[in-house]
């Protein structure tokens, strides 16, 4: 089998919508598997304005919206419809790939097993990290028995890091797990996107070393870690500034937690090259995320990074060279980690230089031919 032999049904809780790391590299995939033969149809939530035009052909699933506070713009999928089920079966894949654990995920997958579709899960998202966050915390164990017993059932999972895999095989997910990182476009991240001038238009001198925050502000990406380790560095006297690029419903609390912040909201593209790489040091205290994409864009722009020892980040920087990592949740340790960067040139040139040099690897066909590989596997297999 060839790969122009695959016929690909890939269901996402969010495909275009709204712009998010995991729908960026599944649009990325669709990309090179439609330019290398493959035929792929997309099942996925829409809208009637969403963020960006899909890659490939997309069917609409049933959908609400997310019911929770602060996820207003996302979809919740329902079910599939007896539309999609006839969609599917003209189509007629001979893989399925669910990227997302919801209803019509779950829908996907008993679709498969009832044809004997041999199915391959990529897990982009700790879901189960995220009640910690909403005061849910005690509702975690159940969350993984979920997640569990849907991947279980898959026949084999790609995740994005070492790490990521790790823990998938700690908690039991599935044996069969494979490497799907990530890669940066080069083109946008960059050292050379520096701009001072963009810089000293936010109010940054040449002097000042800008920490920088990426991500969408919800309370999951650690908000208050990130705050709370910004104040004790404010408190310890270290000379810094904090460049938040992005937006969210947190940003009003994010703002008066971050006094003196300086907000360039939300970017795309050339514009979020330009900001990332206009920063000095990367401070990403998140643990919800399997890859770190934002990472990996920093150390594409030559800033060294700061980040929390878990799944994503762990298998990225390297601590002490391109880097440090820091136990999850401690501010101070985040705070002791920051203020050298903030008073050595040299140590962030050598650090973000070592980081640059490792994103140097992460080149998005080779490694999209590693996903390709697993379908022609299980489709072989079937």
């Known amino acids: 089998m060839d790969i122009t ?33 493959a035929q792929v149809r997309v099942y996925a939530p829409t809208v009637a304005e969403p963020d960006f035009e899909p890659t490939g052909d997309l069917v609409s699933v049933p959908s609400v919206r997310f019911p929770m506070k602060g996820r207003g713009e996302y979809r919740f999928p329902l079910p ?73 059932r898959c026949d084999a999972l790609v995740a994005p890091s070492p790490s990521m895999i790790d823990t998938l095989r700690q908690q039991g997910m599935n ?22 001038t963009w810089r000293r238009e936010l109010g940054l001198s040449d002097e000042d070393v800008a920490i920088v925050f990426l991500g969408r502000l919800v309370a999951e990406k650690a908000l208050d870690v990130f705050a709370g380790s910004i104040d004790r560095l404010r408190s310890a006297g270290v000379p810094h500034k904090v460049l938040v690029i ?11 937690a971050l006094p003196g912040a300086v907000f360039a ?48 980040s762990a298998s990225l920087v390297d601590d002490g060279v391109s880097g440090r990592l820091v136990q999850p949740g401690d501010t101070a340790a985040f705070a ?36 390709a590989d697993s379908y022609l596997r299980l489709a072989a297999n079937a």
């Open 246 to 256: 992005g937006d969210g419903p947190e940003r009003a609390s994010f703002a008066k």
């Open 336 to 371: 002791d980690a920051l203020a050298p960067y903030c008073t050595d040139p040299q140590l962030r040139r050598s650090h973000g230089r070592a980081g640059e040099k490792r994103a140097q690897d992460y080149d998005w066909d080779a490694i999209n031919q590693t996903v």
């Open 175 to 196: 044996d069969d797990i494979s490497l799907w990182t990530r890669g940066v476009d080069r083109a946008v991240f960059h050292p050379d996107k520096r701009d001072m």
């Open 265 to 312: 909201g939300f970017q795309t593209g050339g514009y979020l090259g330009r900001a990332l790489a206009s920063g000095d040091v990367f401070f990403n205290p998140s643990i919800t995320e399997t890859f770190g994409n934002v990472t990996l864009e920093a150390m594409a722009c030559e800033l060294p990074c700061v980040a929390a020892a878990a799944t994503g």
């Open 5 to 37: 032999d695959l016929r690909i049904a890939l269901f996402s809780g969010n495909y275009n919508y709204t712009r998010d790391g995991a729908n960026q590299a599944l649009n990325r995939l669709v990309g090179y598997l439609l330019r290398s033969g």
């Open 80 to 152: 599939l419809s007896a539309e999609n089920k006839t969609d599917i079966d003209i189509f007629a894949p001979n893989v399925v790939h669910i990227a997302s654990p919801d209803m019509s995920g779950h829908a996907a997958l008993r679709y498969a097993q009832a044809r004997n579709i041999p199915v391959l899960a990529s897990v982009h998202t700790r879901f189960e990290t995220y009640p910690r966050y909403y005061r849910l915390g005690f509702i975690e164990p159940a969350i993984v028995a979920m997640l569990r017993r849907f991947y279980s």
